[in-house]
């Protein structure tokens, strides 16, 4: 009985370690940059790589927060905005592809990777707007810009109800080991409810996107051939109008769910 208590208190010890081992890797240190940044390790696999082209590539997913409505010749949005990926972080597609300014500097510290960004949208037509993204994180080595194009192909202003379509591109921008690009096309259906005849009003919208992001390496750490990731997610959010300001939210479904917000600020020169 004494023998079999101490191979099952042994077994036990050994899963609690391998478990513990698992969850909660050696973070990759590098005290060049004040805050976590991209650095691929030499035990990043292809496996990994692709985990990361995926789930990166959603992360970076230029996400406006607009409706469907076209926002119209010569007006103008500007908005700050925040993206809230849910990833894990303790997975090698993230720990093998970052270092860190000491040891217990986790790159998130919790579930989700917070991008914030500014975003300017213009009315181009009656049709068509555009939009750029830029995000740069202080203290690392890496930042985010993106633009899109939207065109509205119906517009029912008896029933304010509209639909729309958009491209879009983002790319990450810094990093000396790798690129990393993310496009998409977008299909997008909103409703104008009026709470305070147009001055005050809420938006519900909802939509579906195909994407495709490209990982290229560039370091002598690794040897990893370029990943190709292809996929599909959607979307449903809300936009509320107070006067000349901007609120919007939005979920993505996803490999990896994102939550979004905003605050902007839409004006006419």
Not at 238 to 248: C, V
Request: hydrophobic share 40%; aromatic share 12%; proline share 4%.
């Amino acid at each position: 009985m004494k023998n079999i208590r101490l191979i099952l208190t042994a077994a036990l010890m050994y899963s609690t370690i391998n478990f513990v081992s698992a969850h909660d890797p050696n973070l990759p240190v590098n005290t060049k940059w004040k805050e976590c940044s991209f650095q691929l390790d030499p035990s990043l696999t292809q496996d990994a790589w692709h985990q990361f082209a995926q789930e990166a590539g959603l992360v970076i997913y230029f996400r406006p927060l607009i409706v469907a409505k076209p926002l119209g010749t010569g007006r103008f949005e500007l908005s700050v905005l925040q993206w809230n990926t849910k990833i894990d972080e303790s997975q090698d597609a993230w720990n093998n592809t970052f270092v860190h300014p000491n040891s217990e500097h986790w790159l998130i510290g919790g579930e989700e990777l917070p991008f914030p960004g500014l975003s300017l949208r213009a009315g181009i037509t009656n049709k068509l707007d555009a939009g750029i993204y830029w995000s740069e994180r202080p203290g690392a080595n890496y930042g985010v810009v993106g633009a899109q194009v939207q065109y509205n192909f119906i517009n029912d202003t008896t029933k304010n109800w509209a639909v729309s379509t958009r491209a879009n591109v983002s790319s990450l921008y810094g990093p000396a080991d790798l690129n990393l690009y993310v496009c998409g096309v977008d299909l997008l259906a909103s409703k104008k409810l009026a709470v305070i005849t147009d001055k005050v009003s809420v938006s519900p919208y909802a939509g579906i996107s195909s994407f495709g992001s490209i990982a290229h390496e560039k370091t002598d750490a690794v040897d990893l051939k370029d990943e190709y990731v292809s996929g599909l997610q959607s979307m449903a959010g809300a936009s509320a109008q107070i006067y000349f300001a901007r609120l919007g939210v939005e979920y993505n479904f996803a490999k990896v769910n994102t939550f979004s917000y905003k605050l902007g600020v839409n004006f006419k020169f």
